[in-house]
């Protein structure tokens, strides 16, 4: 019978193990692996025989060879490309665009009325529910819905886009 200190010995044991199997360079992922040690333990429990050896022991031979399929894997690698003033350049484009686009959308938020901007920046800026939003604002819950699919119109008419219809 496995008890619940015996999973806490286990979760500790595993995380020594691995530690100690690890090289120095991989050792930022000694709590990953020893995660995956304890609930490959766990999904294999019906497997254990008490009459081969204590649960600790178990464990630390799960996690020995969690640690040897993990060191057998090759560590993943960003590749990037070779002409790197190519990749700054699309980056540039990319932020000139969002800066931009960024920018026209603040002009228009500005147009609109109060309680659209509102919210709008409560909703898609703070996150905030429906309830929240009824709340601080006064207004029904029922009726937040309906309220910002119209803030979202008024602002994609200011924007003279429709791809803003289709925000969520």
């Known amino acids: ?40 333990a766990f999904n294999k429990l019906h ?16 996690a020995k060879n969690v640690c040897i399929d993990f060191l057998r894997k090759p560590i993943n690698k960003i590749y990037f490309k070779n002409d790197f003033t190519f990749i700054s350049d699309e980056v540039e484009e990319d932020l000139e665009e969002i800066e931009y686009a960024l920018a026209q959308l603040e002009k228009r938020m500005i147009a609109l009325n109060e309680r659209d901007r509102i919210l709008l920046t409560y909703k898609y800026y703070k996150g905030f529910s429906g309830r929240q939003m009824a709340n601080a ?6 009726n937040i819905p309906v309220f910002i699919k119209r803030a979202k119109e008024n602002l994609a008419k200011l924007m003279g886009d429709n791809h803003f219809r289709k925000v969520a």
């Not at 604002?137 to 029922?142: R, W």
């Open 47 to 62: 497997l254990y025989d008490e009459t081969k050896g204590s649960f600790k022991s178990w464990v630390a031979r799960i």
């Open 1 to 40: 019978m496995i008890r619940e200190n015996d999973w806490n010995n286990a979760i500790e044991v595993a995380r020594f193990v691995v530690k100690m199997k690890l090289p120095q360079e991989r050792q930022l992922w000694v709590g990953d692996v020893a995660q995956d040690s304890v609930i490959r």
């Open 137 to 142: 604002l006064n207004l029904p819950e029922k």
